[in-house]
């Protein structure tokens, strides 16, 4: 789990930062349905999809996005890439990545490898 630093003192964050020397592709991490797709002052641009069993993926601080809103995205597929934000500045070049399980924001770490009808 992360707690950013500078502005991370007023928000809690309990997802996973991706750090890179350069810029990397972001991907779906499953096939679902885009939600939200928009600019944040802090956070940088912000990706929600919704995905089966009250699954959703949120990708922050990203540099591009290569999705829309209620668009259908397959597991792999690219939507954006690596970028900045004001909350982690520190950081550099990101992905800060989050798991969010019928609404609440939960540990990625401990779903890796599992498929949906596991968790």
Do not use: C, M, W
């Not at 797709?37 to 069993?53: C, F, S």
């Amino acid at each position: 789990l992360v707690r950013s630093r500078g502005l991370g003192d007023v928000y809690k964050r309990q997802g996973i930062t991706y750090k890179g020397k350069d810029t990397f592709d972001v991907v779906a991490i499953l096939s679902g349905t885009v939600t939200s797709v928009h600019q944040d002052e802090i956070l940088g641009n912000v990706i929600e999809i919704k995905h089966e069993n009250n699954i959703v993926s949120i990708y922050q601080s990203l540099g591009e996005v290569s999705v829309k809103e209620n668009d259908q995205v397959t597991q792999g597929q690219v939507i954006g890439k690596s970028g900045n934000s004001n909350i982690d500045k520190d950081s550099g070049n990101h992905l800060y990545f989050e798991i969010s399980i019928n609404n609440k924001i939960v540990n990625p770490l401990n779903y890796i490898g599992k498929k949906t009808n596991e968790i």
